[in-house]
C-alpha cells in the first residue's frame, strides 16, 4: 500500500488510518477504546476517494464517538496499575529495572518508567503463559513449535498452521484466571483451527466455565489497552 493510501486526512484536520482487508466485504469505520484512532476498513478494490466520502458523510459520528474514548493512562510515578489481578503503586526507587516488592512495583528514579515495566510486565507475561501452554497442550497430547509475545491491539492471541502460539504480552496485567483463559483458548487451535462446536467444546473441557472469564475480556480488556509505556 502506497504511503498515502494509509489514512485519509479529513477537512477539519482529523486523521483516520487506512486498512485494506482481502476478508472486508463492506467499509466500516470504527474508534478503538485504546485510543489508537479511528480506523476505516475498507475492501481491497474500493477506490480511495469511495472511503474518504464514507468517513465524511460520518462525520458527526466520529466526533462523538472520539469524545466517549476513555484518556490514555501513562505508566508514571504514583499510578496504580493492575498485574497479574493485583494494583500496585508505581514508585520510584534506586534500582536499575522495575521490580515488585509487595504492593509497589518500584520504577527506576532516573529514567522514564515505561520501557522498564514494560519489560518487566514482558518477562513475567512470558513465564505464565508458557506455564499456561504447556499444561493445556499435555492436556491435549499436542505440542506448539513455539510462543511469541506482541502488544497487538486487535487479538489477545492466536494459533499458526504451524503451531506457533502468539499472545498480547498485557494478559499479565489481567487476572491468572483471564490469562490461562487465553493460553486454553489458542491450545485448543492446535487441534482445531476454528471455532466449531468441537472447538468449544475442547475449550469447555480445558476449561470448565470459561465463559465468565471470556466475558470478563470482553469487558475489561480494552481498560487494559489503554495504558501507554512510551509516548
Known amino acids: 500500500m502506497a504511503s498515502e493510501d494509509r489514512k485519509i486526512v479529513l477537512e477539519d484536520g482529523r486523521s483516520v ?22 480506523v476505516l476498513t475498507m475492501p481491497p478494490h474500493v477506490p480511495l476517494a469511495e472511503g474518504r466520502a464514507f468517513v465524511e458523510s460520518r462525520a458527526d459520528w466520529l466526533a462523538g464517538a472520539s469524545a466517549r474514548v476513555p484518556q490514555a493512562l501513562r505508566v508514571r510515578a504514583g499510578e496504580i496499575l493492575p498485574v497479574a489481578g493485583r494494583v500496585l503503586e508505581l514508585t520510584p526507587a534506586a534500582t536499575r529495572a522495575a521490580r515488585i516488592e509487595g504492593e509497589h512495583l518500584l520504577i527506576p528514579r532516573d529514567r522514564d518508567a515505561g520501557p522498564s515495566v514494560a519489560a518487566l510486565l514482558r518477562r513475567m507475561a512470558m513465564v505464565q503463559l508458557r506455564a499456561a501452554s504447556d499444561r493445556h497442550a499435555a492436556a491435549i497430547g499436542r505440542g506448539y513449535s513455539s510462543i511469541v509475545l506482541r502488544d497487538t491491539k486487535s487479538r489477545w492471541g492466536s494459533c499458526s498452521h504451524e503451531g506457533r502460539l502468539m499472545y ?29 462446536p ?24 480494552g481498560d487494559l489497552m489503554l495504558w501507554r509505556f512510551t509516548d
Open 198 to 221: 468441537r472447538f468449544w467444546a475442547l475449550v469447555a473441557e480445558l476449561m470448565p466455565g470459561y465463559a465468565a472469564r471470556r466475558a470478563w475480556l470482553r469487558q475489561h480488556g
Open 17 to 38: 488510518a487506512l486498512r485494506r482487508s482481502a476478508r472486508a466485504r463492506r467499509l466500516t469505520l470504527r474508534v478503538p477504546r485504546d485510543g489508537s484512532g479511528p
Open 168 to 196: 498480547s504480552w498485557r494478559l499479565i496485567m489481567a487476572p491468572p484466571e483471564i490469562l490461562d483463559y487465553v493460553a486454553a483458548h489458542e491450545v485448543a487451535h492446535l487441534r482445531h483451527m476454528d471455532h466449531s
